[in-house]
Structures are given as structure tokens and as C-alpha cells.
């Protein structure tokens, strides 16, 4: 993977350590094991896990694994000694209750972030979401468009991200930050398609999701952990968000009459513009399309 040569072409990037939270998650599970095959020559993958044994096929991949909870400040300060970067994927989403959200998605991420500053982290790549932009523009959202979250289908999910990325843009130390906003997730046997039908049929037909396979999550977090020159927000997506029409047909399941009837209220929410993270770091989506995906057996 190009991720590889984005720093072994910069020669004063020396080996790191890269610590990475939330391993065990649907994003991290699959991001870890892409990470270990592609690191650059000499670096060293350190993840954090509650639970030991859950952290045993990290450790047999090459991983060093250190046991304990994101919330505990003393575990943040262990898991971040003699770490060089840091890729915050842990997040707290559907099915959880407001208050946990906000501990796991802002309060622990900004604890992490004053870990990282004590410890001499010089680079740190949190994981947020384009949830975070709230209704669309009229247009694919571009990084600089103003946020706005809200609305009560995800609890407090997109508010308590979007606070986390204003802690560590603010915070004192933490110089090179770069942050990665993430689309609808799937693939790899990961449920979340067919979670979606859980709420699919409130869902106007031509309602639109933009969705990114795991290895193209993987992918861009990789660039922005390793291009030299990045900085700021960088949106991660594929090429063609779905309709509420195309989520059924993705499940195998026939189109209620009534989602036909729906108006949408906003056919560009959750649609963002990729042009920057192409532009400046070389992503191109191995899987542009679900369907694409689908046909290649990678759902």
C-alpha cells in the first residue's frame, strides 16, 4: 500500500511508536491488522485493550498490547510513554447511553490528548465523523464548511465528537493533530449494513448515506498518519453514497410502499467532498462504490 512510501520517501521521519485506542471496536478490529502489514521499516504498533484476551490476536499479528480502560488516566499515561504518535479510534455509538458517549468520545479523548502532550507524542490522528457537519450544504461537505451537529437519530454520538475535535485543536502541546471524519463504515463481515435496517424503513426512498469500506478507512488514516505534510480535517468516504432504495436492495429486502411516500428533508446530509484527502495524500478508494465491494466479495 502507498501508505508505506508516504514516509520512507521523507528521510527525517525517524521509526515510531504508534499507539492505537479502540482495537477491539468494528473499525479498530479491522484497522490494527492493515496497520501491521503496512507500517513503515522499524516502526512498532502498541494497542490498548480492556481486556487481555480479546488483545491476544494483536499481539500475535506483532502488536504490543497494553490492558486497561480509556477512561483511567494512569492506564493513558502508560499506554502513551515512549509513544511517537497516536490514532484515537475509539468511540462510543449506537445503543449506548448518552452519558457513556460523552466519557468515551470527548471526555477520554481529551485525556488521551494531554496524555500524549506529557509523554512527548509529537503526532496524533483522532478518528471523528461527518456527522459532525449536521444538515448538508446543497453539496458534498467540505472541511472547512462550519459544523453543526444534532439531531436525535444518533444520541449524542456526532455533538460529543465534534467537541472532542475543538478540546484537541485547542489544546497546548499537541502540534501536529490530524483529524480523519468518517463515513458510514462497512465491510468485512461487518454488521452495520444490515444494522441499518433498523432505521431504513423511516428513511425517505432517495435519502442518500455515504458509506466507506474498512479498507478505505484503513487507507486514509494510514495517510494521515504517515504524510508528512498533513494537517487539520481530512474526510474519508468512497466515490457514491447509497439511497434508502439501495440499502434494502443491499439486504435482500423488498422496498415498503410507504418509504416511497417520504419527502427528503435534506439529500445532502452525511455527503461529503474527498477532494482534499486526494489531492494532499494520494487517497483513492479501493472500493469507490458498495457495489463494488459487493461484486468483489468484500461486504
Known sequence: MATKNAKSTDNTEAAMVILVTGATGQVGRRFVPRLLQNTAPGDRVRVLVRDAARGERFAELGAEVVVGDLRDTDVLGKATAGADAVVNVAAAFRGVPDEEAVAVNRDAAVELGRAAVASGVRRFVQVSTGLVYGSGRGRPMVEGDETVPGGTMWGAYPQSKWEAEQALVAMDGLEDLRIGRLPFVYGDGDPHIADAMRWAPNWPAMQRL????????????????????????????????????????????????????????????????????????GYRPLFPSVWTARDAGAL
Not at 440499502?247 to 422496498?255: C, E, K, R, T, Y
Open 210 to 281: 455515504h458509506m466507506g469500506h474498512h479498507a478505505d478507512v484503513a487507507q486514509g488514516l494510514q495517510r494521515l498518519l504517515y504524510a508528512p505534510g498533513a494537517s487539520g480535517v481530512y474526510n474519508i468516504a468512497d466515490d457514491a453514497p447509497v439511497t434508502t432504495v439501495e440499502i434494502f436492495q443491499l439486504n435482500g429486502v423488498p422496498v415498503p410502499p410507504e418509504v416511497y411516500e417520504k419527502e427528503v428533508p435534506d439529500p445532502w446530509h452525511s455527503v461529503m467532498s474527498t477532494t482534499r484527502i486526494r489531492h494532499e495524500l
